[in-house]
């Protein structure tokens, strides 16, 4: 297969991170999620977010007014926390556009509780961007479903919440089965290449 894009580097990275992904999963699904979620995000670095994704455009002049009086350290740290949104944002609006017809849209009746459809996608995707980040700056433990555990078509398994260690898992927190995150990320670099 030829690599039609110009950043051929970023895509064969993603490319392969996502081939160590397959490899590993069911032996260490934590590190899968890393490098998937890495995967997208090389390919979603240099994406422009369309402008009902970025709901701070409309009120940059005043940030910028705002942030005028600021010192250095502060502008360095605002910066930051901006680039970490946007980042989150990237990821979420790549693979939005990227999923195509994967995400299945919720039906009027009969919705699955434990499934992820296009209206909750976002904030299912939101919940795996912060469950690495947190897992590789803080050492937090992921709240994974367990493989094998989800019920028919559901992407995550039925438990709410529990404990790992000391630390108690929010149910808020839970993350999609690593087979339906692996499908979701090979479609969405099928349909970029």
């Keep these: 297969m030829k690599i039609k894009h110009p950043s051929k580097n970023r895509t064969s990275s993603a490319v392969r991170l996502y081939a160590l992904a397959v490899r590993e999963i069911g032996s260490n699904d934590e590190l899968d999620y890393i490098h998937l979620v890495s995967a997208i995000e090389i390919l979603s670095k240099n994406y422009v977010l369309p402008a009902n994704h970025e709901p701070l455009l409309s009120v940059l002049d005043q940030i910028r007014e ?3 009086g600021a010192g250095a350290e502060a502008k360095s740290e605002l910066g930051n926390l901006f680039e970490q ?11 939005q556009k990227y999923s195509g017809d994967s995400v ?3 039906p009027t009746l009969d919705a699955l509780e434990n499934k992820v459809y296009k209206d ?4 299912a995707l939101k919940r ?4 690495r980040s947190k897992f590789l700056h803080e050492g937090s433990s992921m709240y994974m479903s367990i493989p094998g555990m989800t019920v028919g078509n559901c992407d995550y398994d039925s438990s709410l919440g529990g404990t790992i260690g000391n ?11 690593i087979s339906f995150f692996e499908g979701l990320v090979g479609i969405c670099l099928l349909n970029y290449l």
Excluded: G, H, Q, W
């Design 85 to 95: 949104r946007k980042s989150t944002m990237k990821f979420v609006s790549f693979i």
């Design 120 to 123: 909750n996608l976002p904030n």
């Design 167 to 177: 630390r108690e898992l929010d149910p808020e927190e839970k993350l999609p089965s």
């Design 66 to 68: 705002l942030l005028r």
């Design 104 to 106: 299945p849209e919720r």
């Design 128 to 131: 795996i961007y912060r469950a």
